[in-house]
């Protein structure tokens, strides 16, 4: 009898979606592969690495490298080769810095990687939001990298790759992509890593607090319907709400805080596998 077929969906939730991969080292210690993945947002940008061929101590290696500290950070932007800090921000004269989302990506994302969704190793489902059409937008060929930037586009911070649709975060619509893991799957599991609104310590509530809880209230409310309405055999929420959603450089804390999902995700892989 063939091993079941597990579908791995990943989420959105900027720094916390840093979780995610503590749930790529449980399928290494398990010695298993998803049969397919999508990704939403950082669960896009992640989940491309490893559906890309990547083991998660690479990612995790490059991670850290990437985030190791904010300086350093800057240094390898002027360096990289990728493009400099000047085609990284759009420095808009009219309006705030807007970070450039392809250039973004291509600084931090790991290399070398399949030029093709269609030529990943495991078959990789990128998805984004149409703004205008408030529809979902789905990739699973084609430029990883324009797909992994709309994927991460957040009006006003982050923008997306000029295409004739204007594409945003996948969040908006479909914050832990389940939908697309179905097909041909015996199990499918989804990590949520959207967190909650945290009460803020001794003050009133920040102005960017209460904006980014509202999008995780939103957020939680569409994954709960997907939850309900489609089939999800395992449901992870690692510990991590405690983050803010710029808390990138909290890199170990967040790996720390993530951990015990790692053991959880395990247990449950092995108990669906063996049932």
């Known amino acids: 009898m063939s091993d079941p077929r597990i579908g791995l969906a990943l989420g959105g939730g900027a720094a916390r979606g840093i979780a995610h991969i503590q749930i790529l080292h449980a399928f290494d210690e398990l010695g298993i592969k998803p049969h397919r993945m999508s990704g939403t947002s950082i669960g896009a940008l992640i989940g491309a690495g490893y559906a890309g061929g990547l083991s998660a101590a690479e990612i995790e ?15 390898r932007a002027f360096s990289s080769g990728r493009g400099g800090l ?29 030029d093709d969704l269609a030529k990943f190793a495991i078959p990789f489902t990128i998805v984004t939001t149409d703004f205008y059409n408030m529809s979902e937008v789905a990739f699973s060929s084609g430029d990883p990298v324009p797909a992994i930037a709309a994927s991460i586009a957040i009006p006003g911070v982050i923008s997306a790759p000029k295409r004739n649709t204007t594409l945003i975060d996948g969040g908006c619509v ?16 989804g990590v949520n890593v959207i967190g ?11 102005t960017t607090d209460l904006l980014s809880g509202a999008m995780q209230i939103q957020q939680q409310k569409i994954a709960q319907l997907q939850r309900d309405s489609l089939r999800c055999d395992i449901w992870i929420e690692p510990a991590i709400s405690q983050f803010r959603i710029h808390d990138f450089f909290r890199f170990e804390d967040i790996m ?4 015990p999902a790692r053991d959880e995700i395990k247990r449950a892989l092995e108990l669906a596998m063996n049932s």
């Open 61 to 75: 290696d490059h991670s850290r490298l990437v985030l190791s500290n904010r300086l350093d950070a800057a240094r």
């Open 86 to 114: 000047m085609d990284l921000i759009n420095f808009n004269p009219l309006a705030s810095p807007i970070i450039e989302g392809t250039q973004l990506v291509k600084l931090v994302l790991p290399t070398p990687l399949p």
């Open 174 to 189: 479909n914050p832990v992509p389940i939908s697309h893991v179905q097909q041909d799957c015996d199990i499918v599991a």
């Open 196 to 206: 909650k609104p945290q009460p803020s310590s001794g003050t009133a509530a920040r």
């Open 256 to 259: 720390t805080a993530a951990r």
